[in-house]
T-cell receptor
Framework: EPEVTQTPSHQVTQMGQEVILRCVPISNHLYFYWYRQILGQKVEFLVSFYNNEISEKSEIFDDQFSVERPDGSNFTLKIRSTKLEDSAMYFC??????????????FGNGTRLTVT | LAKTTQPISMDSYEGQEVNITCSHN???????ITWYQQFPSQGPRFIIQGYKTKVTNEVASLFIPADRKSSTLSLPRVSLSDTAVYYCLVGGNTDKLIFGTGTRLQVFP
């Protein structure tokens, strides 16, 4: 079964540094998402992306965050200047037709970001 | 966006049937109901989705009454490996799918 893959599995960075989290969505999927989960808390929506632009974003997704699909296979989340409170598990997801067409999301196993 | 309410936790024993109910009183006409499962340190995994009545797949059944203001995920004969958090999501008009706090299911031997 096709999978969403995320790299790295664990990233440690110092406060103020930039990080890029990488994801390879399922190949025929057109909609891409980033979620995060702070330890012990619920899964939080960050952003959705379709047709090379952001379709929805949450209040968490402020100017320090950006997303990009640099080529036909990767989908990245960049955090420009990390803060301690950015420490979380970051999940990438993809969907064939998007949730507006009730197409389920397929999640990767996440990147654990630790900001020190 | 329709808000969902689920029990925070449930306990069960191996071999039993588990039913987890989710309330979504302000569900919209074109909203679907989707359930996900999450194991520790893993991403959520799609289980089942439905619009009305009953849907069954190899993993679970989903029961949705006529008014669609609630839904029940039914897991037949659970095993220890079904210990996880189960999320009910409702949506259809947006790509901004919101997870609630979910139901933490603990299965005992």
């Amino acid at each position: 079964e096709p999978e969403v893959t995320q790299t790295p599995s664990h990233q440690v960075t110092q406060m103020g540094q930039e990080v890029i989290l990488r994801c390879v969505p399922i190949s025929n999927h057109l909609y891409f998402y980033w979620y995060r989960q702070i330890l012990g808390q619920k899964v939080e929506f960050l952003v959705s992306f379709y047709n090379n632009e952001i379709s929805e974003k949450s209040e968490i997704f402020d100017d320090q965050f950006s997303v990009e699909r640099p080529d036909g296979s990767n989908f990245t989340l960049k955090i420009r200047s990390t803060k301690l409170e950015d420490s979380a598990m970051y999940f990438c997801a993809s969907s064939e037709q998007g949730s507006t067409y009730n197409s389920p999301l397929h999640f990767g196993n996440g990147t654990r970001l630790t900001v020190t | 966006l329709a808000k969902t309410t689920q029990p925070i936790s449930m306990d069960s024993y191996e071999g039993q049937e588990v039913n987890i109910t989710c309330s979504h009183n302000n569900i919209a006409t074109n909203d679907y109901i989707t359930w996900y499962q999450q194991f520790p340190s893993q991403g959520p995994r799609f289980i089942i989705q439905g619009y009305k009545t009953k849907v069954t797949n190899e993993v679970a059944s989903l029961f949705i009454p006529a008014d669609r203001k609630s839904s029940t995920l039914s897991l037949p004969r659970v095993s220890l490996s079904d210990t996880a958090v189960y999320y009910c999501l409702v949506g259809g008009n947006t790509d901004k799918l919101i997870f609630g706090t979910g139901t933490r299911l603990q299965v005992f031997p």
